[in-house]
């Protein structure tokens, strides 16, 4: 079945640090989903990108959706402590009104 | 806009009891979705609903589970007679379909759910 692969698992970064996750899709996409999950928190949508080789930014953010619509990547410039968290990724089964989520990329600071 | 609100916070009990967890969608969103987190599962989806009729529900476990949505405020996931496997934080979440197909999702705080 199609499936969303997302990588790494966990990244450990000093402050200040970049951080970068990326998403592989088994299928084209229509669109692709960003969410940050705060530690005991719940999923918050961040962003929907939708066209071929798009690149959006939101402050330090800047988010990718590749020119073949099936993989995307999110990095963070100059990490900081509000970016503790995990970031999933998700697209469309394509099927029905069902998003495909990735595993997480879990953001850890290093003290 | 109040988000979506899901109660209890933390429910612990024991093994064979019954649960119901309660969602409250944001007012006009016509899609609802339940989802359990575990740390080795992920998000998984369990069932969702669109003006209150369950359209896929493959994602719920097992007969033990059942999901209602009486009307487009509220609803409902019941376990029973629930497991220790069903420890897990339930997430209620909706979403607007006047976004379009997929459109982004506003998730509940979510139930901690212990099952000794």
Redesign the interface.
Known sequence: GQQVMQIPQYQHVQEGEDFTTYCNSSTTL??I?W?KQRPG?????LI?LVKSGEVKKQKRLTFQFGEAKKNSSLHITATQTTDVGTY?CAG?SGS????I?G??TKLIIKP | DAGVIQSPRHEVTEMGQEVTLRCKPISGHDYLFWYRQTMMRGLELLIYFNNNVPIDDSGMPEDRFSAKMPNASFSTLKIQPSEPRDSAVYFCASSASRGGWNSPLHFGNGTRLTVT
């Open positions: 229509s669109n989903q969410y928190g719940h999923p918050v949508f929907q999933f469309p029905n009104y069902q998003l989520w595993a997480g």
